[in-house]
């Protein structure tokens, strides 16, 4: 079935040093999804990405979604300690199925 | 407007024992997503409804774990018997099908089974 995976596993930074998570998918995804889950928390949705080579910015955290549509990022710029937490990317399982699978994450912590 | 509601938050549990866990979706969602997490093995899909009715129950691990949706409104995970390796965090979501299909997760119920 399909794969998602996710790395860095963990990623130890500074408070206002950059931070990138990447997504590699084993097939093409329709859209891709992401979610931040903070500690002792749940999963909550950041945003969607459906095209081909699209970028979408919220605030300090940029998303990008693969031309080939089988990998994505997010770029947090300037940390900040309220960015800890698990960011996990998720894509349909099977292309308009609404089972996601989820990336294994990647646990961001801020030295403050 | 209450988002995803689920009891009990925390369980503790001997081996052996039946837990049923609780769920309550977002008024007028209509798929439901129960989700373990584990450290080993991340966040894991068991099983999904729409409709009240289970779509997809490929991730239930073995027969001890059984779920039902009775009405749009509830739906429960029950383990019988648990056993230790079933500790974990259990998450139920909910979404609707639209353009987005996006899950809301529940805060959770934390399972210790000794």
């Known amino acids: 079935g399909q794969q998602v995976m996710q790395i860095p596993q963990y990623q130890h930074v500074q408070e206002g040093e950059d931070f990138t998570t990447y997504c590699n998918s084993s097939t093409t995804l329709s859209n891709i999804q992401w979610y931040k889950q903070r500690p002792g928390g749940h999963p909550v949705f950041l945003i969607q990405?459906?095209?081909?080579?699209e970028v979408k910015k919220q605030k300090r955290l940029t998303f990008q979604f693969g031309e080939a549509k089988k990998n994505s990022s997010l770029h947090i710029t300037a940390t900040q300690t309220t960015d800890v937490g698990t960011y996990f990317c998720a894509g349909p399982y099977i292309q308009g199925a609404q089972k996601l699978v989820f990336g294994q994450g990647t646990r961001l912590t801020i030295n403050p | 407007d209450a988002g995803v509601i689920q009891s009990p938050r925390h369980e503790v549990t001997e081996m052996g024992q039946e837990v049923t866990l609780r769920c309550k979706p977002i008024s007028g969602h209509n798929s439901l997503f129960w989700y373990r997490q584990t450290m080993m093995r991340g966040l894991e899909l068991l099983i999904y409804?729409?409709?009240?009715?289970?779509?997809?129950d490929s991730g239930m691990p073995e027969d001890r774990f059984s779920a039902k949706m009775p009405n749009a409104s509830f739906s429960t995970l029950k383990i019988q018997p648990s056993e230790p390796r079933d500790s974990a965090v259990y998450f139920c979501a909910s979404s609707t099908r639209d353009n987005t299909d996006t899950q809301y997760f529940g805060p959770g119920t934390r399972l210790t089974v000794l």
């Open positions: 409804f729409n409709n009240n009715v289970p779509i997809d």
């Open positions: 990405l459906v095209k081909s080579g």
